[in-house]
């Protein structure tokens, strides 16, 4: 299976801001899937108005990051999952604009409700999860170009 992505990059001052529920030990980035017929960039504008409430601007391309998964336990049911995946996800900075303050309005895949939360660069150094695991570099400044990763930890996201 093949799936491709659009996650946002949101930073301020020297903050990142994160998505984390329940039901998991890590927290990830804004974005989703691409639905057919969206470029990238409009999919991440979509999924920002959904999960934020708020209509922010794409930025540049800053990471192209594939995600290779295997079937493991799903945390819901104890299912088995049936399939691997191959996943691109395009990255882009999103700017905000002064005294934004984001407030969640969506869920997880598995209905779990989602809470955002600012991440500092000490919370990283201090062992916080996040996924994409490239993240842990972004609150040190940003960089030219766009980065290419690779990621194969198999951990759903």
């Known amino acids: 299976m093949f799936a491709l992505g659009a996650a946002g990059i949101i930073v301020e001052g020297s903050r990142l801001l994160m ?6 030990d890590y927290w990830y980035s804004v ?6 017929g969206e470029s990238t960039r409009e999919a991440l504008a979509r999924e920002i108005r959904e999960e934020l409430g708020a209509d ?11 995600s290779f998964f295997s079937p493991v336990e799903e945390r819901t049911g104890g ?3 049936s399939h ?5 996800t395009l990255s882009y900075w999103v700017d905000v604009p002064n ?4 407030v969640a309005r969506s869920t997880a ?4 409700e989602e809470r955002l939360g600012w991440l500092s660069a000490g919370d990283l150094a201090a062992g916080v999860t996040v996924f994409p695991v490239f993240f842990k570099d972004v609150l040190d400044g940003r960089w ?9 930890s198999g951990r759903y996201v």
């Not at 998505?19 to 998991?24: A, F």
């Not at 005294?99 to 984001?102: E, L, R």
Request: no cysteine; charged share 30%; proline share 4%.
């Open 19 to 24: 998505v984390t529920n329940d039901e998991v």
């Open 31 to 36: 974005g989703g899937a691409v639905e057919f």
């Open 56 to 66: 922010l601007e794409v930025g540049d391309l800053a990471a192209v990051e594939e």
């Open 79 to 81: 299912r088995r999952a």
């Open 84 to 88: 691997t995946w191959h996943q691109v």
């Open 99 to 102: 005294g934004f303050d984001p």
């Open 109 to 112: 895949s598995h209905g779990e």
């Open 144 to 152: 030219p170009g766009v980065r290419h990763y690779v990621e194969r």
